[in-house]
């Protein structure tokens, strides 16, 4: 069953996701603090999180960076903030989608299905032996668990997806590490 993170210190607005997340057959990890979404990610890894950004602990944005160097399970931002330039901080820090309070149950389910169906038709790369989950960032070659560090892992990904082609090192210095060079 898909698993969904909601992370919103707001009570009432958690509980009335839960409500709508459940009817839909979505099951529900709840957590309100910002400084506790890692250790609860790792512990129980949700195949997307709904984010608020506004926490206490810490915040959304930050939150949302550690979670993108850890996975790229889909994260859609839910927030009271609308301007532009949080809208654009969301998505630069990582966020795959933003919507904002108050929002449509209907329209956020239909988001929450489209980010899952695009994050479960790509989330999985197979090389003979070698299968590579980019959302839950594990490795295994002939069903043993290969433990790679972000950048190693990253660096895998981005040559598997691509199997015959030849990258330049100022591509995979782009690709993998996010430099530009002049």
Not at 82 to 107: C, H, I, R, W
Not at 113 to 119: A, C, E
Request: aromatic share 4%.
């Amino acid at each position: 069953m898909t698993r969904v993170m909601v992370v919103e210190d707001d009570r009432d607005i958690s509980e009335m996701l839960s409500i709508v997340l459940n009817e839909a057959g979505i099951d529900v990890d709840l957590v309100d603090r910002g400084d506790q979404v890692i250790s609860t990610f790792r512990t129980n890894p949700p195949d997307l999180v709904l984010l608020d950004l506004m926490l206490p602990g810490k915040d959304g944005v930050s939150v949302c960076q550690e979670l993108r160097n850890e996975s790229l399970v889909p994260i859609v931002m839910l927030t009271a903030k609308s301007e532009t330039s949080d809208v654009v901080k969301g998505l630069e820090a990582g966020a795959d989608d933003y919507m904002v309070k108050p929002f449509n149950g209907q329209e956020l389910l239909a988001r929450i299905r489209t980010r899952l169906r695009r994050s479960q038709g790509n989330s999985k790369l197979k090389i003979c032996d070698i299968e590579i989950d980019q959302l839950s960032h594990t490795i295994t070659r002939a069903g043993k668990s290969i433990i790679l560090t972000r950048l190693e892992f990253e660096l895998l990904v981005t040559l598997a997806k691509e199997p015959g082609r030849v990258f330049t090192r100022e591509a995979l210095l782009k690709e993998v590490w996010g430099y530009s060079l002049p």
